[in-house]
């Protein structure tokens, strides 16, 4: 009786508690996340585009993703670093000269930070870059095809970290070694030397890779830098035009354990170079040209879209000890990792991975310290400057392990905090935080669009998030990372939408959907296809021997190939079938996967012509079919190849709808 | 047995229920269809629908013009039409005596409508499994193909 009491008594709590709850759902910014107001703000419906491109790095996958912003939409994966099977990046002929490098071909790369073109500081989507980790590189992406049109491998690099950042017109590029190795002091070769001689031996660069106007990309110069770890960069905009900055840290020039032994210093360094000074050094000849082998391989668009490599042997390198005025060090606490310029160009906000506090340094205040020679000492020949006068101030308070930061067109910074899994909030001219928002978990990066730019689109901001766990159907051990929407439009963050992003995504870039959706290709014209081994009619197609090389020349239409019957083929020949689309048709590709080819499928988009080896090992006849749904009879999109034994007296034949 | 029986006869009359209802569905499109077939004009029926909405004539054949046409046509179209036989699509060798050169240049540039709304090209269509496609000629490479069709033709 007292327990039935107890419990009609309790009832109403009840009640009002669930309410309560219920209410708080409704109203909550935060974890409740997927309310109906955060659902209507991320919905796009049916048949509707989204507002924003967003460019995700894949990380270790090394490619580059593609996602609409709000909806979280996975649209596009564009294979950059590494070879990609569904559609023959790096396996067909025409691309393979894409990986080349000198260290051979490199069928996998590490793609980290991707950096939208700018023009007067403002996103201008012609091209995205990208760099590659591991072996260095860079890549440039046209945004005409979505597709990778050249990669420049950067040489005397170890690692290349501290890219792909642009110059507010997109005049350079900037990289800069992750690892120093040992250089000899003339050439910078790398050398046979003792690990633990890296105070002696070690070195680093920082490259500048000039862009020209169609895009093509050169090394004009490379500085020469102390054997630390360089790690992120950005450049400055309006005041700041003509700088670049660069964390750095391993200021302990430490070689092993160096999550101890690179971490005893109190501060590091921003490596702050005045680009525009060294730029004149390098065009009046200054430095020197070393030995310096790096491949530039490029999609040539004048000759059918065929990847050529072109082998450079020399680059020049400016000696920052022998040229006034070239590099500054700003000095930052704790191992910085991000170093992020307002949107006015002002403020360079650092992420002390270590730090309790975000140092911000002031530009003004630099360019009157090195005015007056405001030193506190030199590093390795490299004027040091003094902490207490470049300083704008320290962000209090600002999470644990702050990394990176980006910006609003409001005057506001948003700063990643890795170890406490939040994003703080904070006012740039003030330093207060003025607000923060738990993610989930663990973020890396973040990215507003344009927020890296002079102009930022202020309305949503997408963490980069390392950990998982939790957020989706568990698919074992591994999970794909997580992305999270947070609309800054208000004075309050509120979290949107999770979604999975491929690889490890480090760095992303966002635009207006408009810069970029008005200048896609639909097809290639197959008159301007200049492909040496296109076949633009049926008439052309044919299949020709010359030794125990094999050229078939195919064409591909809805829903045929032609020829689709070829007999002459020998084991041991190296058949190659240069399959040109004669479609002319937006979103009419076709594929071409053979039985037992030890590569992968093309896949040729309309007016394109593509090619695959094939090298035979087996007698007997192969079929040929056509991989991307096309029609109706797609199905039948197939074809027979004979192939007889080496010494058989065969002769080539070929045929298309002869019964 | 029994309630086999009986239940074969419900499925046979669901089954005849849901074919009242997709048969009025197909009326109700036969309806529209002829209501856009009624909306073609005399002008489309006989010349196509599509941009080019004025009579062509060719008195004499050009021969520059039919060369230019050929190499058009063996680029676009000669992967589907030949002349003399079915292959994807018709042949076209005697195209010009039944069709105008209006009609055969906007089923060119414009396939989509064509296929969807024209009778003629409806029905020769239906009876092709493959889909005319649009090669994106332009008007004048459109132009030079039906001169080389009516060289063809004679």
Redesign the interface.
């Known amino acids: 009786m007292s327990k039935m009491l107890k419990k009609s008594l309790l009832w109403p709590f009840a009640v009002v508690a669930a309410i309560g709850f219920l209410s708080m759902g409704c109203s909550s910014n935060g974890e409740f996340g997927s309310s109906s107001d955060a659902a209507e703000k991320v919905y796009v419906a049916p048949g509707e585009h989204d507002e924003f491109y967003g460019f995700f790095s894949g990380g270790y996958n090394g490619q580059l993703g593609v996602y609409g912003l709000p909806s979280g939409r996975h649209i596009f994966t564009i294979p950059v670093f590494s070879q990609a099977a569904v559609n023959g990046w790096g396996y067909n002929e025409e691309t393979k000269p894409m990986f080349q490098t000198s260290d051979g071909f490199v069928p996998w790369g590490d793609a980290h930070h991707p950096e939208l073109s700018q023009t007067n500081g403002e996103t201008d989507g012609r091209w995205v870059f990208i760099n590659e980790n591991n072996t260095p590189r860079i890549a440039r992406i046209g945004l005409d095809e979505f597709r990778t049109q050249e990669i420049i491998e950067i040489p005397n690099s170890a690692g290349n970290h501290a890219s792909s950042f642009v110059t507010p017109n997109t005049e350079y590029v900037t990289a800069a070694t992750r690892f120093s190795v040992p250089m000899d002091e003339d050439n910078l070769q790398n050398m046979d030397v003792s690990i633990d001689s890296y105070k002696d031996n070690f070195q680093g660069t920082i490259s500048f890779i000039k862009v020209s106007d169609e895009g093509h990309m050169n090394i004009d110069f490379q500085i020469r830098m102390p054997g630390f770890n360089y790690d992120l960069s950005h450049s400055g905009k309006g005041p700041s035009d003509g700088w670049a900055f660069f964390t750095s840290y391993n200021s302990e020039e430490a070689h092993t354990m160096l999550e101890i032994n690179a971490s005893k210093n109190d501060k590091d360094y921003i490596a702050a170079i005045n680009w525009e000074k060294a730029a004149e050094y390098a065009a009046n000849g200054e430095g020197k040209m070393i030995p310096g082998e790096h491949y530039r391989n490029y999609i040539d668009h004048e000759e059918g879209g065929v990847a050529k490599s072109e082998l450079i042997e020399e680059v020049r390198v400016l000696d920052p000890r022998e040229l006034d005025g070239l590099v500054y060090f700003l000095p930052t606490p704790k191992s910085p990792h991000g170093v992020d310029v307002d949107p006015s160009g002002r403020y360079i906000a650092a992420g002390g991975k270590l730090s309790t506090v975000i140092p911000v340094h002031s530009f003004d205040k630099m360019m009157t310290a090195i005015e007056n020679e405001d030193f506190e000492g030199e590093e390795q020949g490299i004027p040091v400057l003094n902490y207490e006068s470049i300083l704008h101030g320290e962000v209090e308070n600002p999470g644990l392990g702050p990394l990176h930061t980006e910006f609003d067109d409001k005057g506001n910074a948003y700063t990643t905090a890795f170890i406490s899994s939040e994003i703080v909030k904070w006012d740039v001219e003030t330093l207060e935080v003025v607000d923060r928002i738990d993610v989930y978990y663990s973020p890396g990066h973040l990215m507003i669009p344009g927020g890296d730019s002079q102009n930022p689109d202020g309305k949503y901001l997408v963490a980069l998030n390392k950990i998982t766990k939790d957020r989706y159907l568990p698919t074992g051990p591994e999970m794909f990372h997580s992305a999270q929407l947070i609309d800054i439009s208000g004075e309050k963050m509120q979290l949107l939408l999770d979604f999975p992003t491929e690889g490890e995504p480090h760095y992303a870039q966002g635009i207006a959907a408009e810069k970029v959706k008005e200048n896609q290709k639909r ?1 290639y ?3 301007g296809n200049n492909h040496p081994h296109a076949a ?4 052309e197609t044919r299949v020709e021997r010359d030794g125990n090389e094999v050229h078939v020349y195919m ?1 591909t ?4 190939f ?1 020829p689709d019957n070829i007999e002459g083929i020998k084991v041991g020949d190296e058949v190659y079938f240069h399959v040109t689309n ?4 937006w979103d ?1 590709p076709h594929g071409f996967a053979m039985k037992g080819a030890n590569n992968a499928e093309l896949l040729i988009m309309p007016g394109e012509t593509m090619t695959l080896k094939w090298e035979p090992k087996k007698v007997g006849v192969f079929p040929f079919y056509c991989t991307d749904f096309c ?3 797609h199905q039948e999109m197939q074809g027979y190849v004979r192939v007889s034994s080496e010494d058989s007296d065969v002769e080539v034949s070929y045929s298309t ?1 002869q019964s | 047995m029994k309630i086999s029986k009986i239940v074969g006869l419900m499925t046979v009359t669901i089954l005849l229920l849901i074919g009242c209802e997709g048969g009025s569905d197909t009326n109700t499109e036969a309806t529209a269809n002829k209501e856009v077939e009624q909306e073609l004009t005399e002008f489309e029926m006989t010349n196509g629908i599509g941009p080019v909405n004025e009579e062509i004539t060719i008195d004499e054949i050009d021969p520059e013009l039919a060369k230019e046409g050929m190499q058009v046509f063996d680029m676009k179209c000669g992967a589907c039409h030949k002349m003399d036989s079915r292959y994807v699509g018709p042949p076209l060798g005697g195209i010009m005596n039944t069709r105008t050169p209006a009609y055969v240049m906007n089923m060119i540039l414009n396939p989509e409508e064509m296929l969807e709304k024209h009778p003629i090209a409806k029905s020769v269509g239906s009876e092709y499994p493959t889909r005319m496609t649009n090669q994106q000629l332009t008007r004048e490479k459109a132009r030079a193909v039906v001169e080389y069709l009516a060289q063809e033709s004679q």
């Open positions: 097809f014209e197959i008159e633009k009619s049926e008439k064409t239409i809805r829903s045929h032609a004669l479609e002319q048709d009419v029609s109706a009879l709808g």
